[in-house]
């Protein structure tokens, strides 16, 4: 019986990592669930102009939205869950989140890529994986689409073609 931290923004996605830990529960594999949503800080120039009350609200609001959907499968399927709210750099937050609440694994829905696209967006899942001392399971979607899984790749050795051709 495992502790889960399950890192939620309310995508499709993210979702369907929640259903995956409702059926984990339902088999008796799983003991708790930390839901956790982390919000991306204001840059210096925002938090400059509002105060700090009116910035925790606003994170406070977006982070409720983003849950009320993964907050509402598990407690329809009687999963004992609590609610966690950061803001901050997502994968930081994860990783030490996960540490601080001592869970046995991460469990964390994302889109199905294709490996240069992961590694040209800087993913999230390839983030928290580098940073976690935790196993990380990943929960995938539906497959890419064509312009994703050929169009991107093409487009990006084109322009790396182009560069090379044109040089410096």
Do not use: Y
Request: hydrophobic share 45%; charged share 20%; net charge positive.
């Amino acid at each position: 019986m495992a502790t889960l931290l399950l890192p939620c923004d309310g995508s499709s996605h993210a979702l369907l990592a929640v259903r995956h830990v409702v059926t984990a529960f339902r088999r008796g594999d799983v003991r708790r669930v930390h839901l956790l949503n982390v919000q991306p800080p204001f840059s210096a120039n925002v938090a400059r102009h509002v105060s700090r009350e009116l910035r925790l609200d606003f994170h406070r609001e977006r982070a409720g939205l983003a849950l009320a959907e993964a907050q509402r499968l598990l407690e329809a399927a009687g999963v004992p869950h609590h609610i966690h709210t950061e803001v901050g750099e997502k994968a930081s937050c994860i990783a030490d989140m996960a540490r601080r609440l001592r869970c046995d694994r991460i469990v964390v829905g994302t889109a199905r890529k294709s490996a240069l696209v992961r590694a040209v967006e800087n993913s999230l899942t390839n983030s928290v994986l580098e940073r976690c001392s935790v196993p990380v399971e990943v929960i995938v979607g539906a497959p890419v689409g064509v312009m994703e899984r050929i169009g991107i790749p093409a487009a990006v050795g084109t322009g790396m073609a182009l560069l090379w051709v044109v040089g410096p």
